[in-house]
């Protein structure tokens, strides 16, 4: 058969081009032919169908040359749309399950789109053959036989025991599109690409149940059988064999086939030397055909696909019209073919008329026509594909497009059609437009009508959201989280106590306990309910950091420093009601007491804020360590400043909330207490000096409490 031949390069054309597919459809645009070079690209977009059902393939892989964007997965239409390396013979790669490995080759102009229609062969027969013992896999009169151990895998390594052997026999008499690649081939002496003609090919595919492809091992060969598939009456006995080259997109001559069998069965047998596309071809004697197109009203047509296909050989050839709307496309010397304009139809798949149709030849010289073709219009065709979705209360717009016929379209809902969703209409010149005020699906039928009332209707879905309605506002953020506690009471050596850290805020349950410091001994702390309990064991000042966290996502969590005093059990002289007579035991050096200090009742009393401390009457005599810090210290009241007592501290040196006041000139002294007089009815106090432990060795200014001070518990 005769397939697509060499077209002669010329400014704003488009060539098409045979292909195991269907046609690559003419490029709108014009521009000087390129070199394809990675930095200039162009589009293919296209659909993919199947050969047997002329359905499309959902999830084929597309792929091209092109450094990005240049792979594409078919959708459920088939439709796909690749970067591709700008050139005449751009290579598009086509793989599908099921189907064998499609190379449709199209000519791509920077920043152009190329429409191509792809038809997938379904694969004829799949085998599995050890590859220590080889063997025959058979399609009919389609034949491979593969000796034992001649296969390796393609990319390298140790063969598995076993593969998949596929073999798809190809008919070109049946139909020309179904060849990869074109039909053009390099001979085996090389030199530049030529057209050829086919008289029947066949693919052999071989993979691993991994998926990995094989090919015959250096020296080994396999014996094909190629079923003859041409309308020539006269097969020749001895054909070259071609193998198609997947990286170049061309056909290459390698080996011979004899012509065997009769009639229907006649077969091409020979010997390969690897795994791919084969095809028995012959160098093809060619003439062109010249002419030119126009339209109804005389004007030259550019960028029109001119077909040739043969009448007495099996093949057909293209070229697109130049600006001027001249052709030259090629057919079989000393044969007949029939010339027309075509167009790739998208909806259809196929390749529609658009002029009338006239037989050449046959001749041995080109032939130039004595009229020009006169380009009809195209069928009429409802391109839009889809309606997008809609949402209630939210404006909607779209407009539908239309091919084909002659321009001057009317649109309109087509009789015995649903009506639009509502709040929506149709207008003359296409456009869906309105607010949807009513969620769910139409289906509905849209008909256009050209200017010569020419009609085409097209079945569409349009679905109708119900509104969103507006997020809920945020919630709000948990409380935070707060010890409310300040102050805790003192504790008495060996009496029970109790007392509860309370807080507020936060989410979920709190966990307590203490981050840092110590509790008094005897004391502990429940991590359930914050209560500080036990029996005190040791007379002193403990000061700690209480933490307490919730259990809400964003786990807060507070501290709060707090101490507990603890006293001895026993008190100062003196009875009660009466006050007592404040007694000293033990006392520091230069510490002197004049007057008299009682208390009404005698009692123990702590004064927490600001300034805390133990307000008792007996001096506690703590241990003498040199980090041990002993001290008379000035408290204040909790809610009347102007209350004041004395009381005896004990602490570790760094505690916080003891209070000090020095007489060292290179000691801070933040709470000076130096020359402070208590005013009080019953008399006046006045603290001079405070006094630190006398392990240090320091020798301090005398410390004299003055004056009778009486106070009542607070």
């Keep these: 058969m005769m397939g ?4 002669r390069e010329k400014q704003c054309r488009a060539v098409s081009t045979a292909v195991l597919g269907l046609i690559v459809a003419v490029v709108t645009g014009c521009g000087d032919t390129q070199t394809a070079t990675t930095q200039n690209t162009g589009t293919v977009t296209g659909q993919v169908i199947s050969s047997a059902t002329n359905t499309p393939v959902n999830g ?13 997965t078919t959708a459920a239409d088939g439709k796909f749309s690749v ?3 700008v050139g005449d013979r751009a290579i598009v790669r086509v793989e599908a399950n099921g189907f064998v490995n499609a190379f449709p080759i199209a000519r791509v102009t920077t920043g152009q789109t190329t429409n191509l229609g792809v038809k997938l062969v379904p694969i004829a027969v799949t085998e599995t053959l050890s590859v220590g013992a080889g063997g025959t896999v058979s399609s009919s009169t389609a034949r491979v036989t593969i000796p034992a151990n001649s296969l390796v895998p393609q990319s390298g390594g140790t063969p598995a025991g076993s593969v998949n052997v596929s073999l798809t026999p190809l008919n070109p008499a049946v139909d020309t599109n179904l060849m990869p690649g074109g039909f053009n081939g390099i001979s085996a002496g090389g030199g530049s690409t030529r057209p050829i003609e086919s008289f029947g090919a066949l693919l052999i595919d071989i993979r691993d149940s991994a998926g990995t492809r094989y090919n015959l091992a250096q020296g080994k060969t396999a014996t094909i059988r190629i079923p003859v598939g041409t309308q020539s009456a006269d097969p020749p006995t001895t054909i070259p064999l071609w193998f198609f080259d997947e990286t170049a997109g061309v056909w290459r001559e390698e080996g011979t086939a004899t012509l065997q069998g009769s009639g229907s069965t006649r077969f091409y047998e020979g010997n390969i030397t690897r795994v791919t596309y084969w095809n028995a071809d012959l160098v093809l004697d060619s003439i062109v055909v010249k002419g030119c197109v126009k339209d109804a009203n005389g004007q030259p047509v550019a960028n029109a696909l001119v077909q040739t296909e043969g009448i007495d050989y099996t093949g057909v050839a293209y070229d697109s019209t130049a600006a001027d709307g001249t052709f030259s496309v090629a057919m079989r010397k000393n044969s007949r073919a029939k010339l027309g304009l075509f167009e790739f139809d998208q909806q259809t798949f196929n390749i529609v008329p658009l002029s009338n149709t006239v037989n050449v030849g046959p001749s041995a010289t ?6 020009c073709l006169v380009k009809q219009p195209g069928p009429l065709t409802i391109t839009t594909t889809a309606l997008p979705d809609g949402q209630v209360g939210v404006a909607y717009n779209q407009t539908l497009a239309a091919s084909g016929g002659v321009p001057g379209y009317a649109w309109s809902l087509n009789a015995g059609s649903n009506a639009l969703p509502a709040g929506l209409t149709l207008n003359p010149a296409g456009l869906i437009s309105g607010t949807p005020t009513a969620d769910g699906t139409k289906t509905i039928t849209i008909k256009v009508t050209d ?5 085409k209707t097209k079945e569409f879905t349009l679905a109708i959201q119900s509104s969103t309605p507006p997020p809920p506002p945020p919630p709000p ?3 935070s989280l707060t010890i409310t506690t300040t102050v805790l009471p003192p504790g008495i050596v060996g009496t029970a106590y109790n007392a509860t850290v309370a807080a507020t805020g936060g989410t979920g ?10 509790l008094p001994a005897g004391l502990s702390l429940n991590k359930d309910t914050g209560a500080i309990s036990g029996t005190p064991t040791t007379v002193g000042i403990s000061t700690f950091t209480v933490q307490v966290q919730d259990s809400g996502t964003s786990q807060q969590s507070a501290q709060q420093q707090l101490s507990i005093a603890i006293v001895s059990s026993g008190g100062g002289g003196g009875t009660g009601g009466g006050g007592g007579q404040l007694t000293v035991s033990g006392a520091p050096e230069n510490f002197n007491i ?7 009742p005698q009692s123990t009393q702590v004064i927490q804020n600001p300034n805390f401390g133990i307000f008792d009457i007996e001096w506690v005599e703590g241990n003498t360590s040199p980090n041990h810090l002993e001290q008379l210290a000035l408290t204040g009241s909790l809610t009347n400043d102007t209350d004041r007592g004395v009381t005896f501290l004990v602490g570790d040196r760094g505690a916080s909330g003891i209070m000090t006041c020095n007489s060292l000139a290179n000691v801070p002294t933040p709470n000076s207490c130096r020359g402070l007089t208590i005013n009080r009815s019953a008399g006046t106090v006045t603290f001079v000096n405070t006094v630190l432990e006398r392990s240090e060795g320091t020798l301090f200014q005398p410390i004299t409490l003055n004056g009778t001070l009486t106070f009542t518990p607070f």
């Design 4 to 7: 697509t031949f060499w077209v």
């Design 60 to 72: 084929a892989t597309v792929r091209t040359d092109a450094a990005t964007a240049g792979i594409a």
């Design 83 to 85: 970067s591709a390396p």
């Design 366 to 371: 080109d032939i130039t026509l004595p009229t």
């Design 451 to 455: 200017s010569t009332g020419g009609t």
């Design 477 to 479: 953020p948990p409380p």
């Design 509 to 518: 349950t709190k966990s307590w306990s203490i981050s840092s410091g110590t």
């Design 594 to 600: 004049g007057g008299a200090f009682t208390a009404n």
